[in-house]
């Protein structure tokens, strides 16, 4: 148990559909990330959020679009994805930005698979 | 900008046997290392890290890694393998600015671990 908590743990989707994937933190910490893991491609970071506040977008499609409505939740909604979205989305979270000797801790991730 | 290269793509070793995990980084200054572990369907899980200080860190489950500034590298060891060490290891590094905050981060491709009985 790491204290970050995603659901759901798994996604099936067609391309038309909208879906929502929900992250709950409960370490008081003030930043949460989105990242997208991908058969053969190292982790990548799509969105981070500090104190509500989105402070960087990775050049992520417009299909994709993060929520963050208090310090302890994150959504990702998804709408209109491609087969090749499908992937393991983990979501991040951390003490604050900038700041040495934080860490991250991960969620255990939703397994998203688009038809 | 910084870079992280894990050779081995995937590595088997007997249980019992004992480990080596290699991790290469590219930095312009001292980084911050981690290395992480992500088993089947789950997420990943901090093992250890390195900020400054012993360039030998321990982490959880017996592993340590050792920091070697004049090799850039970052390898994680473990003397004595169990079969629930069988994952995915992810090497890491972040700036010092950033610290290990996920915004700062970048892994390596990872090392898929396999035990054989």
């Known amino acids: 148990e790491t204290g970050v908590t995603q659901t759901p743990r798994h996604l099936v989707m067609g391309m038309t559909n909208k879906k929502s994937l929900k992250c709950e933190q409960h370490l008081g910490h003030n930043a949460m990330y989105w990242y997208k893991q991908s058969a053969k491609k190292p982790l990548e970071l799509m969105f981070v959020?500090?104190?509500?506040?989105?402070?960087e977008n990775n050049s992520v499609p417009s299909r994709f679009s993060p929520e963050c409505p208090n310090s302890s939740h994150l959504f990702l909604h998804l709408h209109t994805l491609q087969p090749e979205d499908s992937a393991l989305y983990l979501c991040?979270?951390?003490?604050?930005?900038?700041?040495?000797?934080?860490?991250?801790?991960f969620g255990q991730g939703t397994r998203l698979t688009v038809v | 900008a910084q870079s992280v290269t894990q050779p081995d793509i995937h590595i088997t070793v007997s249980e019992g046997a004992s480990l080596e995990l290699r991790c290469n980084y590219s930095?312009?200054?001292?980084?911050?290392l981690f290395w992480y572990v992500q088993s089947p369907g789950q997420g990943l899980q901090l093992l250890l890290k390195y900020f400054s200080g012993d360039t030998l860190v321990q982490g959880i489950k017996g592993f340590e890694a050792e920091f070697k500034r004049s090799q850039s590298s970052f390898n994680l060891r473990k003397p004595s393998v169990h079969w629930s060490d069988a994952a995915e290891y992810f090497c890491?590094?972040?700036?010092?600015?950033?610290?290990?905050?996920?915004?700062?981060?970048?892994f390596g491709k990872g090392t898929h671990l396999i035990i054989q009985p």
């Open positions: 890491a590094v972040g700036s010092p600015y950033s610290g290990g905050g996920a915004d700062g981060l970048t």
């Open positions: 959020y500090s104190l509500e506040e989105r402070v």
């Open positions: 991040a979270s951390s003490q604050d930005l900038g700041q040495g000797n934080t860490e991250a801790f």
């Open positions: 930095y312009g200054a001292t980084p911050y």
